[in-house]
């Protein structure tokens, strides 16, 4: 049985959990704490309590928050606003994950007016700190492109069962909320959003009103509101069970969702806790986004100089692939050598170029000055076209319909079984994912 559940967890513990879409996550929870401690005003904040005593909150642990320590209010704002600004900047997480879970901490233990997004906050960022302790990145937008290690590391592990942590949290919190509604009378019986979007103090705001009064004015309408939510949570708190493309649908569901009571109730950090939380839990493993990688190539494109060299990436740990840029490299022109740089992808910043491992790994690419990216047989067709004899000529053939078709297909064919060709060893080997 220890044999079998070996084999489950170790294909799960070699994916890296390091990524942007972490980073997202982190990014949103500390613009929520951010944006409360920018907007309000710190005497807001600490209001006094109902038996007179005069905030910051400094009994027991509390005495150690930042607001405590500070020698005054002003002070322990700033600072915050600092450590969060970097936090959501995504500069390294190794360093910035601390001091971000002791400020959202101190918000929790110190300040009396609070809402659930802050004590969401608090909770996230602790669970976060395995997974960015462990973190090598400079900056939490960037891929995680080291070689993939025999075997998972320590951190791997404890980054892994920190997120496994955090999912349990979520799924926990959706199924409280779900199942504590049962128990009141209102949201059993399928008009609690009725009462609730009429309220005086907590209802629909005035350019949401009309809607909401229409909405809510017919039985099927409050009901679908009412049960709707409920079903929705309780969906989200199984949603871990669930495969990649339920999971990913529910996360969409449960943003709109977070958004909509956001706009109805102008929660805006509690909004900004669940997202960050919700794209912890939902998204795949080591899932990167592309936006922040297309952010960046396009600042290397308008910032690009025309004179550099262009430069082929290539699986520097598969022979097979070595031994084919050498044959290119010794056909090159002269003139041309100089302006075309060979270099394996595992020694590159990818993020830079707006490329990720995974899609390195299975094609050869060529980045050009003006900041394009071409790959697979593209990229040779532009490099026969820079040889010597007669390979030109060829390059011209694979550059256009028809040849660029069979040449599109042999080379995916090639890559395919590259590890069985001459040079080839097992880790050249890809999936065919």
Not at 279 to 308: C, D, E, I, K, Q
Request: aromatic share 8%; with cysteine; charged share 15%.
């Amino acid at each position: 049985m220890l044999s079998r559940l070996g084999r489950w967890a170790r294909p799960r513990l070699a994916v890296p959990v390091w990524s942007s879409g972490v980073g997202l996550a982190r990014t949103l929870i500390a613009l929520g704490t951010l944006g409360t401690l920018v907007t309000t005003d710190p005497r807001a904040l600490m209001s006094p309590l109902a038996d007179g005593v005069i905030p910051p909150v400094c009994g027991g642990p509390a005495q150690f928050g930042l607001w405590c320590v500070a020698p005054d209010l002003a002070v322990g704002r700033w600072l915050s606003v600092a450590v969060l600004v970097l936090a959501a900047g995504g500069w390294r997480p190794r360093w910035t994950a601390v001091p971000h879970w002791y400020v959202a901490w101190s918000v929790v233990v110190n300040v009396p007016l609070i809402d659930g997004g802050d004590q969401i906050s608090a909770v996230l960022t602790l669970l976060l700190l395995p997974i960015c302790l462990t973190d090598p990145r400079r900056w939490h937008w960037s891929s995680y492109d080291r070689p993939a290690p025999a075997a998972p590391g320590t951190g791997q592990v404890l980054a892994r069962v920190s997120l496994l942590l955090i999912q349990i949290q979520m799924a926990g919190l959706y199924l409280q909320a779900s199942v504590a509604k049962l128990g009141v009378r209102e949201w059993a019986d399928g008009t609690a959003m009725y009462y609730w979007s009429r309220h005086p103090t907590f209802g629909s705001p005035p350019w949401l009103r009309p809607a909401m009064d229409v909405l809510t004015s017919s039985p099927a309408g409050v009901a679908a509101l009412t049960w709707g939510s409920m079903a929705l949570e309780f969906a989200l708190a199984v949603a871990i069970l669930l495969g990649p493309g339920p999971r990913r649908a529910l996360l969409c569901c449960g943003l709109v969702f977070h958004c909509f009571i956001a706009l109805h109730m102008g929660l805006v950090s509690f909004y900004a806790a669940m997202a960050g939380g919700l794209l912890l839990a939902l998204l795949p493993v080591g899932h990167h986004l592309r936006w922040p990688a297309a952010v960046v190539a396009a600042l290397r494109r308008v910032t690009a100089s025309p004179a550099g060299p262009a430069v082929v990436l290539y699986d520097g740990d598969c022979g097979f692939c070595a031994r084919s840029i050498g044959f290119v490299r010794d056909r090159l022109r002269p003139e041309a050598a100089g302006e075309i740089d060979f270099a394996p992808w595992q020694s590159c910043d990818l993020p830079v170029y707006g490329l990720t491992p995974d899609r390195v790994r299975h094609a050869v690419h060529l980045l050009r000055p003006d900041g394009g990216v071409l790959s697979g047989a593209a990229v040779f067709a532009q490099l026969a076209g820079r040889c010597r004899s007669g390979w030109p000529v060829v390059g011209r053939v694979m550059a256009g319909p028809p040849g660029s078709w069979a040449a599109g297909a042999g080379y995916r064919l090639v890559a395919t079984h590259r590890h069985r060709l001459p040079g080839g060893t097992a880790a050249c080997a890809v999936s065919d994912s």
